[in-house]
């Protein structure tokens, strides 16, 4: 990656001068935008088969940490497992929790990944891990993996690109690629769209709108060749909110328009909703949708609190997945389901399971994922009391790695250095693709 | 019939007295603000001329380099806006504009900066803003970090006019428990979750680095530089940045632990930092050290506060320089060196920044005195536009016009509140207008997005931002006729004609007084309404105003 930031990917040795002859050359010939096209095109070398690659990308996000014991690797029977119960799978050999009956119908359909592990245990730090693949760094904001998606790949819709829909305290961000690249937040989709009105709703909307452009007209005089570049993104905005204001493409937001049986298969809650929205959205042309279930962090009562949420999150993902495979999405969207971290084995005196990032579970499918894989494992006795707790997980699974997958499987190239604003060139993923998760 | 009279007297007597307490409430603040107008005094900013002068020749000789013309002095009002957004975060009220109308033209820049460094919120604006800086937005460790603690100290320093080198020094050096001694949060902010003890040396010395040296060494944690970024003196030389030099620099805060009874707070614990290199085949103690000027750094004293001595040396360029840059970008919206925490020691600085940062060194880190001569200086008060041409961006990076930047969240917000308020909101306001504001900025902040610690750095609008403003409920609450909450629109009602009331939205909202033919264009939009259709007018224009560029930048 360092000759032409694509044939290889350490950054030591030799390969330094190169990268500091390639920044200069790429300085020179982008001048003032940071990500450059010539890097992009120098990075293209390592392409991956966009025929087979996937275009949209829905994040279950399930924020708080959901236990790995009381879902996707149960344990159930042992002391680590508390009171969970195993129910059997489709994948053969391989149990869930009870808690999630339709999804284990369902299981081989999806990958399971059961040895994640992390570095962060505070939900701030972890979060951004999760969503962006890389540890928090004070000196660069990165950006989440639907923003970089949607900076890599092209579209032409009138509504936002990337969505989180029921956005909690940390959604996906833009991070250096700049705010444009934020996920757009909504609440529940049975309440319409925060703060968007239709312009055909409100006459007067179009005499302020002509009032205004006259003002801008005359705060531009003297002004409007040196400001063009940093006036252009809030024109932009500005255009970009009025074109959805007018938009057909917003009733994608509109989950009443679906049939009642459809709506009634997602569930009657907000996270079985913004799952339906969810399926719109990108049938729509949406190119990644984060939807939220918070309530996971139960460091008291676990076993009850987990399950409650497990139970919502069952239903309005297998619904989900059936519903992406009836419209024909299934093979063009990667549906991914993560957490920040999982839970400690050990339940604490509240019956509660506290923060763990050292073996827990993401279970994701769709596009060219393999299907009915469960990667990696945990101990039913780990040692808690060593410092590297990784020991106890079979086969884990970094972050990055993660990343690098999903990027790979939606046809972007994770490899890709991007010239950053603080003149740091960074790969879109530091990890690399994981073999076992292609579909062969 | 005599309990029936005693009892109506009490309650005529209860009834005065709470009337009488209501207008002592009321009236309090502009009271307040009156003396506070009467007591400016203008000794501190002509004391600071001379340096002033410095400065101006120093930007002009910089024009002079890149060959392009000044442009002219912007009108008071403009300054004046500046001014506002940026010692205190919002814009100015009617009330503040008709007080500086009583003086003479000349002077209304330098008594509007005098009586807004004599309000409390200007302390209070830049206690977050350095907040930010110091231990950032995140809610930090449950139970060992208290962050508005940690503001309202920080805040209580800038108000007792405490130089910036003692602030710092009590970061650094902190001990005790962050409740009664909020610096430690600057220190706990970094200790991770878990029943940990010991504060992330890695984070402390990032963070070090990039506020109070101006240094982005982060880099340097996992390896030594390789793209030609971080150099230090070294004799006369430069060294390339290695993980040593960033490691060495943690190992300051090796010591910094929680003690073993945690109501005890932090300690100075004598603990060797224990790193791994790059490369190498085992871990080694790292000893403290730094990573220039190591003749600044004292022999003896705990470690920590010999990393605080060397970096408050007046004699270390690198710490004036880092804070004057960050105050200059707090104040006028862009940084004279861009990042604001990236100022590399082997480059060279421009020469405004290097004298600034000479004086504030010489002149005890003096805060106020700073930002007395950023307020003073040509550049700051130059127009954003040519007559008659076009602003090219090499005008705009060498401050031969005033640049124009998007305004902060904050700064949105707080001027939308101030716009439909013909009284300043401050802290002499009643307690329910400054409740009031503080709940709406924060649900504000909530819908159009908080940059978080990094709110030097320029960023788009985004599509909710835009919606938000075009559709959200502050600015149509803000700009709908209500005599009460909004009393901009009881004196456009008020206004003298159409032309008045047109002078008095553009005046609150945009500061400014329209130009005539912005005057015709409006004036012929409420010609002949009356009542609810003319209120309605009104209330669009200010929605309008509310919208512009002009409105959301700063310019």
């Not at chain 1, 679906?258 to 298969?265: L, P």
């Not at chain 2, 109308?101 to 330098?110: F, G, I, K």
């Not at chain 2, 040396?201 to 530089?225: I, K, M, P, Q, Y």
């Not at chain 2, 409420?526 to 309605?536: I, N, P, T, V, Y």
């Amino acid at each position: 990656m360092c000759e032409s930031l694509t044939q290889s990917p350490d950054c030591s040795g030799m390969s330094m001068m190169n990268r500091r002859r390639w920044l200069g050359a790429a300085s020179i010939a982008a001048s003032s935008p940071w990500l450059t096209l010539v890097s992009e095109k120098l990075a293209r070398g390592e392409q991956v088969n966009p025929e087979r690659s996937a275009t949209s990308l829905i994040v279950l996000w399930l924020q708080g940490g959901p236990s790995q014991l009381e879902t996707f690797d149960p344990h159930a029977g042992k002391l680590i497992g508390g009171d969970t119960q195993a129910i059997r799978t489709s994948i053969k050999g391989f149990d869930f929790a009870s808690s999630l009956p339709r999804l284990a119908e369902r299981a081989d359909q999806l990958s399971v990944i059961r040895s994640m592990v992390s570095k962060e245990g505070d939900h701030e730090r972890a979060t951004y891990h999760l969503k962006t693949g890389w540890r928090p760094d004070p000196t660069i904001l990165h950006p989440s993996i639907g923003a970089v998606v949607c900076h890599q790949l092209s579209d032409d819709v009138e509504i936002p690109r990337h969505i989180s829909i029921l956005a909690g305290l940390w959604p996906a961000r833009g991070g250096y690629l700049g705010s444009r690249y934020d996920a757009f937040q909504t609440s529940d989709p049975r309440f319409p769209l925060p703060n968007l009105q239709r312009i055909d709703q409100d006459p007067t909307i179009l005499t302020r709108v002509k009032d205004l452009e006259y003002l801008e007209r005359q705060f531009a005089v003297g002004r409007r060749v040196a400001l063009k570049e940093t006036l252009t993104p809030h024109e932009s905005a500005t255009d970009q909110a009025l074109k959805m204001m007018s938009s057909e493409q917003i009733k994608a937001f509109e989950i009443s328009r679906e049939d009642d049986s459809v709506k009634k298969k997602f569930g009657d809650t907000p996270f079985g909703r913004g799952c339906l929205a969810a399926l719109r959205l990108i049938e729509e042309g949406v190119r990644c949708v984060e939807v939220e279930l918070s309530g996971w962090d139960t460091h008291a009562n676990n076993h009850a609190l987990q399950y409650s949420q497990a139970e919502v999150l069952d239903q309005g993902f297998s619904a989900l997945l059936d519903q992406l495979k009836e419209r024909g999405l299934w093979q063009k969207t990667i549906v991914v389901c993560a957490g920040e971290f999982g839970r400690t084995p050990n339940i604490n005196p509240l019956a509660g399971r506290d923060h763990w990032p050292h073996g827990f579970s993401v279970a994701l499918g769709g596009g060219p994922i393999r299907r009915g894989l469960v990667h990696g494992a945990t101990s039913s006795q780990p040692k808690l009391d060593v410092e590297d707790k990784t020991v106890n997980v079979e086969s884990p699974v970094e972050v990055p790695d993660l990343h690098a997958s999903l990027l790979h499987a939606l046809g972007v190239n994770h490899a890709l250095e991007l010239q950053t604003p603080i003149g740091r060139p960074l790969k879109l993923s530091q990890g690399n693709p994981l073999p076992f998760l292609r579909d062969v | 019939m005599h309990k029936k009279l005693i009892l109506r007297s009490v309650l005529t007597m209860l009834g005065v007295m709470i009337a009488a307490t209501l207008a002592m409430v009321w009236f309090r603040g502009p009271v307040q603000r009156t003396q506070r107008w009467k007591q400016i005094s203008l000794d501190a900013s002509k004391a600071v001329e001379p340096q002033v002068r410095l400065v101006d020749s120093a930007f002009n000789r910089w024009s002079e380099t890149e060959k392009v013309s000044l442009a002219k002095q912007a009108d008071w009002l403009t300054v004046c806006r500046r001014l506002a957004l940026g010692l205190v975060g919002s814009g100015m009220s009617l009330e503040e504009i008709r007080h500086l109308e009583q003086w003479p033209e000349s002077e209304r820049a330098v008594i509007y900066t005098e009586y807004l460094l004599s309000d409390r919120r200007w302390s209070d604006y830049f206690s977050e803003r350095l907040t930010r800086a110091f231990v950032g937005t995140e809610m930090g460790p449950f139970l060992l970090f208290r962050r508005r603690k940690f503001r309202e100290w920080l805040e209580e320093q800038l108000s007792q006019e405490k130089g910036m080198d003692s602030i710092a020094t009590r970061l650094i050096e902190s001990e005790g428990l962050w409740m009664d001694r909020p610096e430690v949060n600057f220190i706990t902010a970094t200790i991770p979750p878990g029943g940990a003890r010991k504060a992330d040396v890695v984070r402390l010395a990032g963070r070090t680095s990039r506020v109070f040296l101006g240094l982005r060494l982060d880099c340097l944690e996992c390896h030594n530089d390789f793209v030609d970024k971080t150099y230090f003196p070294e004799g006369d030389k430069w060294k390339g940045g290695t993980q040593e030099d960033f490691h060495e620099l943690a190992a300051f805060f090796a010591g910094a632990t929680l003690a073993e009874n945690a109501l005890l707070g932090v300690r100075e614990e004598k603990l060797d930092y224990r790193f791994k290199y790059l490369d190498a085949k085992e871990e080694v103690v790292v000893k403290p050290s730094v990573p220039f000027a190591e003749e600044l750094l004292p022999e003896v004293g705990k470690p920590r506060e010999r990393l605080a001595k060397w970096l408050t040396d007046s004699r270390n360029p690198a710490f004036s320089r880092a804070v004057v840059n960050r105050f200059w970008a707090i104040v006028t919206g862009k940084p004279l060196v861009d990042p604001v925490d990236d100022i590399p020691l082997n480059s060279e600085v421009p020469e405004p920044l290097q004298i600034l940062s000479d004086d504030f060194a010489q002149n005890g880190f003096n805060i106020k005195r700073l930002l007395r001569i950023i307020a003073s200086t040509d550049a700051f008060r130059r127009s954003s536009r040519l007559e008659g041409d076009e602003v090219t961006m090499e005008q705009q990076d060498c401050w031969a016009v005033f640049p124009i930047t998007q305004l902060r969240p904050e700064q949105v917000a707080g001027q939308i509140i101030q716009a439909s308020q013909l009284k300043t909101v401050d802290r002499d306001s009643v307690w329910v207008t400054q409740l009031a504001r503080f709940g709406q900025i924060n649900d504000f902040l909530k819908a159009y997005g908080d940059l978080g610690e990094d709110e030097l750095s320029p960023e788009n609008e985004t599509i909710p931002q835009r919606l938000l403003l075009l559709n959200g409920q502050m600015v149509r609450e803000r700009t709908r006729h209500d005599p009460v909450a909004n009393p901009i629109s009881r004196i456009a009602d008020q206004a003298s004609g159409d032309v008045g009331a047109v002078e008095n939205c553009f005046l609150a909202v945009l500061n400014r007084r329209p130009s005539q033919d912005e005057l015709d264009y409006f004036v012929a939009k409420l010609e002949g309404l009356r009542f609810g259709a003319r209120q309605k007018a009104v209330s669009d224009l200010c929605w309008v105003l509310m919208n512009t560029t002009e409105f959301l930048w700063n310019h």
